[in-house]
């Protein structure tokens, strides 16, 4: 590298990165420096471009590793680095872009070496690598200054003063994902890192008092959704024709951004190419992330957990302190939109998942929006492709609807909003559907593919819990939707008489079967598919027993299918919920009866809808286990497997844990 423009293949030659490396000690005051940081570099457009630059930069870390301690050579270029950090801010104002652009190369060169430093060695050994001066043969001296603390503070405050502009659109990127590399300790550690010196740096030290300000900062990069700027647009050519110094618009452009980001966890193979343009915006999500889950330490909370549980919206205008250190305004409109855009990325659905669930605030005034199917829909669509998702994104969208249906407003709300031509659900062509009903199609659907392929217990306790919470607010389902509840049922119905036949036989035992032969544990597979037909018979009672006149979509399947529900009248398991199924059924076939046979489809819809209209409310008895009381037993702070599913999203993610 230096005053030319550099590829891969470059480095391992080039003879300014060998004097990095090697055991000659460099001034921090030696000119040596500004050519170093004086290079342009054709950015990695790919992932397979950005390994190879990886690969190239590994060992020549490695032999820095080995030189450094007689050198002092890193040290020096943090140096270099943290002394053009003091005139960033002026140097913004003035738009000086060759200064930015040299501070910018400085910070990329630490940031690329630092990367493999984490992975190579300890925290002690990093740390030792900042300690380490220029001396003279045979002599030793290690400096007072703490390094490493002065270039965490110095990346945290050009982070929250330096203002993002197309000039410094690179460089603020390069700040953010330096930190998140400093604080990527955690992944080579299987056991949780509860301290350490980047923890303290960022929770004890001078950073403290930057809390809430980074955290806003970070917010409002993911909201602003900021594209990189074309070189082309941030440096112009010079009149002199030469361009600016070295030709720099070849270098720093699109593309760079994904060489060293800790970000893809578990996306799709095409999230890359979607992610790329928005660079700064995804890198500071996932450094906001990380920082609000890391852990509490022995003596004091994380407060960037309780910055982003505590902030208010713009529009607040409440008096009342709050008790919170680290609280700020932001403004929540444009918080929200953001993440209506961003769900179909993992890291957008787990800040959604956090504001919902830690920040009462947020929560509060995303339930009073009018326009919920914005952030609804493509949570649906999520789930609608649940094949092509990774567990972690399918558990924490079905957890987000969990914390939404535990507002009886938002599940009235939803069947009044109603949606036309919904594009990506391909199974059958609905022109016009309300956002509750193509809710419980696309969580039925969730549940039956759950059934045929990943056959996770918890994944179905969650569906049904979110269809528990919504059943006594169901309101004029989709005849569509209210088929698929009953075909569900029978599903499950016909899953159980297979396994009670199994387990019949089983019984009985094979002729010249051995006494040792393992049999499989059918009691087991029966209890669970029996609880599950518990709570869709549940879910039904609750609809039929709060709102069975405004669903007459349901009592027709109901009707339809209504020998489905013969096994279970008599079985001890579902005696007592089969009693409002019973006699719903009992009375609407006694009017049908009555009313002839060889009915037409809109002479039975005509005898349910008044028939609706005449069943008397008191003969319907309501179990009190079921409706939202049982969707409560499963909401958003569910224990177990479910809660270790969100802290294994949360480790991919931040590398540490959740409370």
Known sequence: MGANTSQVSDLSESQSIRN??????????????????????????????????????????????QNNPRSGNFGALVRVFLSRTKELKISTECQDQLFIWQAHNALFLVRCLLKVFIREINEEELHLQFTYQERAPGTYESSCEDLLEELVCHLVHLIVEVPLLDITYNILFEAVTTLLVLLSFQLFHKEILREGLIYSYLTKGRCLSLTSRLVKTLLYNFIRQEKCPPATHVFQTQSDGGGLLYGLASGVASGLWSVFTLGGVGGRPGAEQEQNSLPLSNQSLLLLLVLANLTDGPDCPNSYRQAVTCFKNTQDSSSIPSPQPHTFQINFNSLYTALCEQQKSDQVTLLLYTLLHQNTNMRTYILSRTDTENLVLPILEILYHVEERNSHHVYMSLIILLILTEDDAFNRSIHEVMLKNISWYTERVLTEISLGSLLILVVIRTIQFNMTRTRDKYLHTNCLAALANMSAQFRNLHQYAAQRIISLFALLSKKHNKVLEQATQSLRGPLGADDSTVLPDYAQDLNVIE???????????????????????LLYALLYKRELFEQFRSHPSFQDIMQNLDTVIGFFSQRLEQAGSDLSVERVQEVIMKGAVALPKDRLKYNFTTGTRLGCAFTSTTSGPLQHHIRSVITLFAGGSHK
């Open 531 to 553: 609880e599950v037909i518990r709570m869709m018979l549940e879910i039904m009672n609750s609809c039929l027993s709060n709102s069975l006149h405004h669903n007459p979509n």
């Open 20 to 65: 990095l490396i090697g055991p000659g000690a460099i001034s921090e005051n030696d000119p040596f420096w500004n050519q170093l940081i004086s290079f342009t570099f054709t950015s990695p457009t790919s992932s397979a471009e950005a390994k190879l630059l990886e690969e190239a930069v590994v060992p020549l870390a490695k032999t820095l590793v």
